[in-house]
């Protein structure tokens, strides 16, 4: 066993802003593993594709053959998993490979690392991590006044998607309680930053401000959630499986709550400055309210008590810091953008939004 990691998604979102940071911060090898699905995109990793540090390997985390010879073949000190079918919207329309992913995958590679890691010495048994990267959504939704989630909050989860991370979070917590493997569990709040697929409320609102496009508001906008820079999440996951105690779970948010309506108007007036309309408007005049989602959950609030006391883990961004730097990524990424809003993004954005009544694309 060296310092080598496996990470699972690292071609998506979240995932690939961990690779990075972790590659060029010099910690160690990372086998990234990544099926490439509409939200893979390797055009993230480019800064690293030529570095020694960094093997991509595309496939599945269900596959369990794929999965043995990569772990025998690498011998990792740790597995980061960050796959997963993770929109909402998507869940509610078809739920089939948020099952298959996040709940059938994470099974697979719960067996291949518990077979691993029986294999191994009892000192590198010890030192071995299975950090699952989960979010705050299996707890449900919150009334206005209610206390923010702590890691003790009873699990709730309301859509497919939620339902699926809540049950793969099940499964990793009984593989601790029944056969020892040494796990450690993240629930994050909405993560925003550069690399944020232009599905999700802050890239998608970016996106159609610039096109000209309808800025779709679902319901009242009143929903509110609790705003995390994707790097200060990389930041606390390092930090987690630096020091977290082993079978713990640890809650990350960025004590940023907000209603949508909040978010999509700062992004709109942050545009007004850095990037005016033509006609000298404001781009909150795109702003369409639309038919809202089924089942859609009132508020999000994390309690990031326990990973700061215990852990020292603290975001670096305010909203404000996070939200101008994200605007800056995406203007200054238009051809990253042009990218993956061609093929089957357009085509699914576009079945989404027809059936809301708004043609946007
Ligand atoms: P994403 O959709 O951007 O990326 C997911 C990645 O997983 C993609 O690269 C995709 O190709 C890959 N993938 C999907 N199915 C796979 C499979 N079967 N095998 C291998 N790879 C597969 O997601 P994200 O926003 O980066 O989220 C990453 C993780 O963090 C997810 O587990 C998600 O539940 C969790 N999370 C996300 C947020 C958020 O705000 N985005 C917040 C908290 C937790
Ligand atoms: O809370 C963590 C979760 O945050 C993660 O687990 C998910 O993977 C991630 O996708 C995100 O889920 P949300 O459903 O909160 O994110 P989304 O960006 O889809 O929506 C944010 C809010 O904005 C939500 O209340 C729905 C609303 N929304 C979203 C879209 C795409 C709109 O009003 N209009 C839209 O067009």
Same mark, same amino acid.
């Given at each position: 066993?060296?310092?080598?990691?496996?990470?699972?998604?690292?071609?998506?979102?979240?995932?690939?802003?961990?690779?990075?940071?972790?590659?060029?911060?010099?910690?160690?090898?990372?086998?990234?593993?990544?099926?490439?699905?509409?939200?893979?995109?390797?055009?993230?990793?480019?800064?690293?594709?030529?570095?020694?540090?960094?093997?991509?390997?595309?496939?599945?985390?269900?596959?369990?053959?794929?999965?043995?010879?990569?772990?025998?073949?690498?011998?990792?000190?740790?597995?980061?998993?960050?796959?997963?079918?993770?929109?909402?919207?998507?869940?509610?329309?078809?739920?089939?490979?948020?099952?298959?992913?996040?709940?059938?995958?994470?099974?697979? *590679?719960?067996?291949?690392?518990?077979?691993?890691?029986?294999?191994? $010495?009892?000192?590198?048994?010890?030192?071995?991590?299975? *950090?699952?990267?989960?979010?705050?959504?299996?707890?449900? $939704?919150?009334?206005?006044?209610?206390?923010?989630?702590?890691?003790?909050?009873?699990?709730?989860?309301?859509?497919?998607? $939620?339902?699926?991370?809540?049950?793969?979070?099940?499964?990793?917590?009984?593989?601790?309680?029944?056969?020892?493997?040494?796990?450690?569990?993240?629930?994050? $709040?909405?993560?925003?930053?550069?690399?944020?697929?232009?599905?999700? *409320?802050?890239?998608?609102?970016?996106?159609?401000?610039?096109?000209?496009?309808?800025?779709?508001?679902?319901?009242?906008?009143?929903?509110?959630?609790?705003?995390?820079?994707?790097?200060?999440?990389?930041?606390? +996951?390092?930090?987690?499986?630096?020091?977290?105690?082993?079978?713990?779970?640890?809650?990350?948010?960025?004590?940023?709550?907000?209603?949508? +309506?909040?978010?999509?108007?700062?992004?709109?007036?942050?545009?007004?400055?850095?990037?005016?309309?033509?006609?000298?408007?404001?781009?909150?005049?795109?702003?369409?309210?639309?038919?809202?989602?089924?089942?859609?959950?009132?508020?999000?609030?994390?309690?990031?008590?326990?990973?700061?006391?215990?852990?020292?883990?603290?975001?670096?961004?305010?909203?404000?810091?996070?939200?101008?730097?994200?605007?800056?990524?995406? *203007?200054?990424?238009?051809?990253?953008?042009?990218?993956?809003?061609?093929?089957?993004?357009?085509?699914?954005?576009?079945?989404?939004?027809?059936?809301?009544?708004?043609?946007?694309?």
């Amino acid at each position: 066993m060296n310092n080598t990691i496996i990470v699972t998604g690292g071609a998506g979102f979240i995932g690939a802003n961990f690779v990075l940071a972790w590659v060029k911060q010099g910690l160690g090898t990372v086998v990234n593993l990544d099926k490439l699905t509409y939200a893979g995109n390797l055009e993230n990793l480019v800064e690293i594709q030529h570095n020694p540090h960094h093997v991509f390997v595309h496939g599945d985390i269900g596959d369990r053959t794929l999965l043995d010879k990569l772990l025998s073949e690498h011998r990792p000190c740790a597995v980061v998993n960050f796959a997963a079918e993770s929109h909402v919207d998507r869940s509610i329309h078809g739920p089939e490979d948020f099952i298959q992913t996040n709940v059938v995958g994470t099974f697979h *590679l719960l067996e291949a690392v518990r077979a691993y890691w029986g294999g191994l $010495s009892h000192e590198n048994r010890q030192n071995f991590r299975f *950090l699952h990267v989960s979010t705050d959504e299996v707890y449900g $939704s919150l009334g206005k006044t209610d206390a923010a989630f702590t890691e003790s909050h009873t699990y709730a989860p309301n859509s497919p998607y $939620s339902a699926s991370k809540a049950a793969s979070d099940h499964l990793v917590r009984a593989y601790h309680h029944t056969y020892g493997l040494p796990t450690l569990t993240t629930n994050c $709040s909405n993560n925003y930053g550069p690399h944020h697929f232009p599905e999700k *409320l802050i890239p998608l609102v970016i996106h159609n401000a610039l096109a000209g496009l309808p800025l779709p508001i679902y319901g009242t906008g009143q929903q509110i959630r609790d705003w995390l820079y994707v790097e200060d999440h990389c930041a606390a +996951i390092r930090r987690v499986l630096e020091a977290g105690k082993v079978g713990d779970v640890y809650n990350v948010g960025g004590w940023n709550e907000k209603p949508n +309506i909040e978010v999509v108007k700062t992004l709109c007036r942050m545009l007004d400055i850095k990037k005016p309309r033509a006609d000298g408007k404001s781009y909150v005049d795109q702003i369409t309210f639309v038919e809202d989602r089924l089942g859609h959950d009132q508020r999000y609030a994390i309690d990031a008590t326990k990973i700061a006391s215990q852990l020292g883990w603290k975001p670096k961004e305010t909203f404000e810091s996070g939200i101008e730097k994200t605007v800056n990524w995406y *203007l200054e990424h238009q051809e990253w953008v042009a990218n993956v809003t061609s093929g089957d993004y357009r085509h699914w954005v576009a079945k989404h939004y027809a059936e809301r009544g708004e043609e946007l694309a």
